[in-house]
């Protein structure tokens, strides 16, 4: 079982949650309030709302987890994720933006329902893909939100995920895309700084990135290398075809996915989207740098006993 001050930081951290819910239902007087944030979103509130609907459980975990079982050859993944973000706010944020404001669109539905003249059919079919790839998308997160409370608290894993499952439908159904928005904010800067703080120590304590490097040779030759020459083995699967496939359904799905994407639509400003694919990108790129590396570190570790 967590001790009192975990359970405090955590208490508090969920508090903060449905607070920033509540203030932001506070803010909502019509249905574009609560979709888009009224157009309201300010460039950094933009910016990290995009990279964080991207980056989540899957970083944290995911990330560091393939970088402990396959090494340098899945450090491509660093490069092809923030590029999502970037690719989302070039490709689709610019036009649909604009439009979206001249249009009055709300979601990715309106505008192809009015571009291909289909109302029902193709607006139908939009939806029933985005739930479809909605749900996929969430049993990753609440999957990852459970193995860290269960971590923490040691309770079953049913009770994890009702509790993660009510305070973010809370604040999400009060608050709208607002409390959407100031949440991530507020997750993200803890996300950043965490990494920041966490893993440049952790790297350090298995003894930089040439010893780790010295390490993973010797577990797997092609573990330093910048793929594997062939799927040999479960773990080197990151084979130079896997990768070409990974790329596009990285950098491609993720930026399309329906809860990202509809983002664009909610930022104040056109000029945002000169800076903000680059910074993303930058801010992104760090965090999945660090946390890749960090999962390299514990596998260097494990090998040598140390953990």
């Not at 079982?69 to 490069?79: A, D, K, L, M």
């Not at 970037?86 to 709300?106: D, H, M, P």
């Not at 193709?122 to 609440?142: D, H, K, N, P, T």
Request: glycine share 10%; charged share 10%.
């Amino acid at each position: 079982m967590a001790d009192i001050v975990t359970l405090a930081l955590v208490g508090l951290y969920f508090v903060v949650l449905i607070g920033i819910g509540s203030w932001a239902s506070k803010k909502i007087h019509n249905t574009e309030d609560y979709i888009v944030a009224g157009r309201s979103l300010g460039f950094w509130v933009f910016t990290i709302l995009i990279v964080c609907s991207i980056c989540s459980g899957m970083t944290l975990l995911g990330v560091s987890g393939f970088g402990y079982t396959s090494g340098w050859p899945g450090i491509w993944e660093q490069i092809f994720v923030p590029l999502a973000a970037s690719f989302c706010i070039i490709v689709f944020g610019v036009k649909l933006n604009a439009v979206g404001k001249e249009r009055g669109y709300l979601t990715i539905q309106d505008y192809l329902a009015e571009r291909f003249e289909s109302p029902r059919a193709l607006r139908g079919l939009s939806a029933v893909s985005g739930i479809v790839v909605s749900l996929i998308y969430l049993v990753g997160q609440y999957a990852a939100i459970t193995i860290v409370l269960v971590w923490l608290f040691g309770i079953p894993h049913w009770q994890a995920l009702l509790i993660s499952g009510v305070i973010i439908t809370a604040y999400t159904v009060v608050g709208g895309l607002y409390a959407v928005s100031w949440t991530t904010l507020f997750q993200g800067g803890i996300l950043i700084f965490g990494v920041l703080l966490m893993a440049p120590p952790v790297i350090m304590s298995a003894g930089g990135l040439d010893h780790i490097n010295t390490v993973l040779a010797g577990v797997d030759p092609n573990f330093v290398e910048p793929w594997f020459p062939a799927a040999y083995a479960p773990y080197a699967y990151a084979t130079p075809e896997f990768l070409v496939s990974f790329a596009i359904l990285l950098m491609v799905g993720l930026a399309c996915a329906p809860h990202v994407i509809n983002n664009v639509l909610a930022a104040k400003e056109a000029r945002y989207f000169k800076w903000a694919p680059l910074v993303a990108f930058a801010i992104y790129a760090v965090v999945m740098f660090l946390v890749k590396f960090t999962g390299f570190a514990v596998r260097s570790l494990a090998t040598e006993g140390a953990i």
